[in-house]
Structure formats: C-alpha cells, structure tokens
C-alpha cells in the first residue's frame, strides 16, 4: 500500500485560490498516474483531474480551465492548483494513485487512496 496525506484545504471567497498538494510515501514517478476526486455532500465521488507519469493530463469539463494538476518528483508530491473557485466546488478532495497503470473498464484503476482535504467556498 502507498499512503496518501492531502493538505491544502480550507475556506476561500468564490473568486479565490487554493492549492492541495498530496503527499506519497514513495517516490512519485513509480506511481504511473495520479489523481484528484472530490466529494460533496449527498453526492457521488467524481474525478477532477489526472496526471501520469509523462505529465499528460485530463481534467473533468466543470474544472477545466481553472484547475490545474502537477506533480513533483522531487518532492514526492501531486497538486492541484484551484482558481477562480465556486460554491460548487465545496467538496472533500481526495488524492488517488494507479502505481501500475492498469485499465479496468476503460478507465484507470486507483487503488490508494488518502484521508481527503475539505475545500469550502463561500459565496
């Protein structure tokens, strides 16, 4: 198992910018993709952005544009970077890792996951 700790949340005006960063017990480049989720309340966890080991990204359309996803060898770290934030963007934020890239559905499969990291935008 890789542990994952997030960090970086807190309470920001709509308009404004968070950064969360996820820390890995392990060396970032031999998790082959990363990824942040996020959860609202009453509602399903959903995908927000990924990045693989290459640094290709893929980011959900309702953040696209304002968020931006990174990851830091060096640092054993992934962020994402939030801007011009919403209300709906109010949500616990997950850090998830795929170590070995594997494909299940069309769809990378996370298997580590970290505690999350409460995001709340005030209107």
């Known amino acids: 198992q890789v542990p994952l700790v997030e960090s970086g949340g807190g309470l920001v005006q709509a308009g404004g910018s968070l950064r969360l960063s996820c820390a890995a017990s392990?060396?970032?480049?031999?998790?082959?993709?990363m990824a942040w989720y996020r959860q609202a309340p009453g509602k399903p966890r959903e995908l927000v952005a990924s990045?693989?080991?290459?640094?290709?990204?893929n980011y959900a359309d309702s953040v696209k544009g304002r968020f931006t996803i990174s990851r830091d060898n060096a640092k054993n770290t992934v962020d994402l970077q939030m801007n011009k934030l919403k209300p709906e963007d109010t949500a616990v934020y997950y850090c998830?890792?795929?170590?070995?890239?594997?494909?299940?559905?069309?769809?990378?499969?996370?298997?580590?996951w970290g505690q999350g990291t409460q995001v709340t935008v005030s209107a």
């Open positions: 998830a890792a795929d170590p070995y890239g594997t494909v299940v559905g069309g769809h990378y499969e996370y298997d580590y």
């Open positions: 392990e060396s970032v480049s031999r998790l082959y993709v």
């Open positions: 990045i693989i080991n290459d640094y290709r990204t």
